[in-house]
């Protein structure tokens, strides 16, 4: 047994040489959870630590393909199953060139937690590519998408493991999937979620991340008897979760000033509006071009390579990537009076950054708590699939609003410190203590 979270760190850093990112999400946890599992020490006699930071199953694999031009190009494929205590293996597939296995451990591991928090029986996972879809045209995407699950289909099945899109997996993409794993497995099934809506997806699940971010937002600045009316809100990125955190903003009465994405970030003092998003949407999800045309179509400041954080705010809703924000940017966010900080990205905050905002005791959500509403959404698909019904868009959006108010208070009831709430540690706490359980009831497995 270890004896302190430098001494097991030390452990998963030997175990698992090189994954940077895996390692720092299992030390946030671990770092966390320490206190709790020193006075439950039944769960470090069952070892329930050191397995819930292995994965089940680890499946690599080649995917080649032929571009336009007919030469063939080769990617690597990933799935990581990495605990399914509380069901099917679920979790998004993410397309980039960064895509390496620390990286989709990372997703994978955060993955566990996030949704045990919703409270629906899925157990977590991760996989993808590092297939880069930018400049890529559709037929090239289909290609790739079809290449990747002809080994993918194999591996998962709606009872078994259910993928999902994350970053440069959207509608267009979990299309492609499914129509190729229909073909080759000939079943039509509830195997992916994300789906078009004539084909078994679900309403409100492409909104799901970004309004359950803002929905979790309003219940954080609720605790301090605030709301978002009137407060200005810095977004990063500009993909799915950025979108729908912009237009919830919006219909809340707060006012979003920045967009950005791998490129740079976009100032509007005036606030992005629903005419503004709709340009917006129309630019990366149609025509899939820069957010810099933003800043030449409404005259605004374009920050070319920078991120928005040096903006004074309110609130700041990271939903771009991981380790987006360091400690620098989080020090200049707090001194210009950021109040708020929620997670709409997986781990989009490093740990000195995180620090800062503990120290300082502002509002921090933390993205397995914060961002958990798409995968909830994912999992609602799951259950009209199985049911073969169809739930309207206000029983979905009201069925997302009170798991992101019940995840609130489990972080509440876990993370209370006196007068501060620490959503860090009571996300990682109430996510911990369900799959541990199920992991202590069904045997050493
Ligand atoms: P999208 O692909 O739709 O959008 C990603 C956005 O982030 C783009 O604007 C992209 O810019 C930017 N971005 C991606 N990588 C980088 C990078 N390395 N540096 C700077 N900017 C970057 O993805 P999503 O909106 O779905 O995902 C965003 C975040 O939210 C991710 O962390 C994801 O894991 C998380 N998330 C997503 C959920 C979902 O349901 N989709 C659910 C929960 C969390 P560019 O176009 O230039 O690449
Ligand atoms: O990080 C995430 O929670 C997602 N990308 C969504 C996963 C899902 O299965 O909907």
Redesign the pocket.
């Known amino acids: 047994m270890y004896d302190s979270v430098a001494s097991f760190m030390d452990d998963i850093v030997n175990k698992n040489p090189g994954e940077k990112e895996f390692h720092q999400a299992v030390f946030e946890v671990v770092d966390s959870l320490w206190e709790f599992l020193q006075d439950h020490p039944h769960y470090m006699y069952a070892k329930i630590l050191e397995r819930i930071v292995e994965p089940e199953r680890v499946i690599m694999f080649r995917v080649p393909w032929r571009n336009d031009r007919g030469e063939i190009e080769i990617n690597k494929g990933y799935r990581v199953e990495f605990n399914s205590a509380l069901g099917p293996y679920k979790g998004?597939l993410?397309f980039?060139p960064?895509v390496n296995l620390s990286i989709l451990k990372f997703?994978g591991f955060e993955q566990v937690f996030k949704n045990s928090l919703t409270t629906l029986p899925m157990g977590g996972g991760k996989g993808g590519s590092n297939f880069d879809p930018?400049g890529k045209s559709d037929n090239e995407v289909m290609s790739f998408c079809q290449s990747f699950m002809t080994e993918l289909q194999r591996h998962i099945g709606p009872k078994t493991d259910v993928p999902?899109?994350?970053?440069?997996v959207?509608g267009r993409e979990i299309g492609f999937l499914f129509g190729q794993y229909k073909r080759i497995r000939n079943e039509f099934s509830g195997v992916l979620t994300g789906k078009g809506l004539n084909w078994g997806g679900s309403l409100i699940r492409p909104e799901?991340?970004g309004y359950g971010a803002v929905y979790f937002t309003q219940e954080m600045l609720k605790t301090k008897n605030e709301s978002l009316e009137g407060k200005t809100v810095l977004i990063s990125?500009?993909?799915?979760?950025?979108q729908y955190a912009t237009e919830k903003v919006i219909d809340l009465g707060g006012k979003p000033v920045t967009l950005?994405?791998?490129?740079g970030a976009i100032y509007d003092p005036d606030g992005i509006d629903r005419g503004k998003l709709a340009f917006v949407m129309e630019l990366?999800n149609v025509k899939r071009g820069?957010?810099k045309e933003y800043a030449k179509k409404y005259g605004v400041e374009y920050f070319d390579g920078e991120r928005p954080w040096n903006i004074p705010c309110d609130v700041a809703l990271p939903?771009?990537?991981?380790n987006?924000i360091n400690e620098d940017e989080a020090k200049t966010l707090v001194k210009n009076g950021c109040k708020c900080v929620v997670e709409?990205?997986?781990m989009?905050s490093d740990p000195k950054a995180i620090n800062v905002f503990l120290e300082n005791k502002i509002l921090f959500g933390p993205?397995k708590a914060a961002?958990a509403g798409?995968?909830a959404v994912s999992g609602l698909e799951m259950s009209q699939n199985s049911m073969r019904i169809s739930w309207s868009r206000e029983e979905v959006d009201e069925k997302l609003h009170v798991i992101m108010r019940n995840i609130h208070e489990s972080c509440v009831v876990h993370g209370k410190e006196g007068k501060f709430i620490n959503y860090l540690k009571g996300a990682n706490i109430a996510g911990f203590i369900k799959v541990a359980d199920a992991m202590l009831d069904q045997g050493v497995v």
């Open positions: 998004g993410r980039h960064s997703l930018k999902a899109g994350d970053i440069g959207g799901a991340t990125g500009s993909g799915n979760v950025a950005s994405d791998s490129s990366k820069r957010i939903c771009a990537t991981q987006e709409g990205a997986n989009p993205g961002n798409g995968v």
